[in-house]
């Protein structure tokens, strides 16, 4: 991470649990704690885009190996910020 970012998580459809801003060399550490959706988003500002990743994981256990069998997504979002 080379820039400010903006993170937030979140759990299932509810609102987001965090939401910081990181420095570089920081981080955000966030726990599998149910059987559930979770989302990382990470806002990043860099002239002249504004960038938007979405990190989405669903978690359901899977009775057959009696394991977790998540469902990974992953989007980036670039908008542009200039004018004209």
């Not at 649990?17 to 990181?22: A, E, G, N, P, W």
Request: glycine share 4%; with cysteine; aromatic share 8%.
């Amino acid at each position: 991470m080379n820039a400010t970012e903006k993170v937030s998580y979140s759990l299932g459809a509810a609102p987001p649990i965090s939401q910081m801003t990181l420095q570089p060399g920081q981080h955000l550490s966030t726990p599998f704690t149910a059987e559930t959706h979770y989302e990382w988003r990470v806002e990043q500002s860099i002239e002249p885009y504004v960038s938007t990743a979405t990190i989405s994981i669903d978690l359901r256990s899977d009775p057959v190996v009696a394991c977790f069998n998540p469902t990974v997504t992953v989007s980036r979002v670039r908008v542009s910020n200039s004018q004209g």
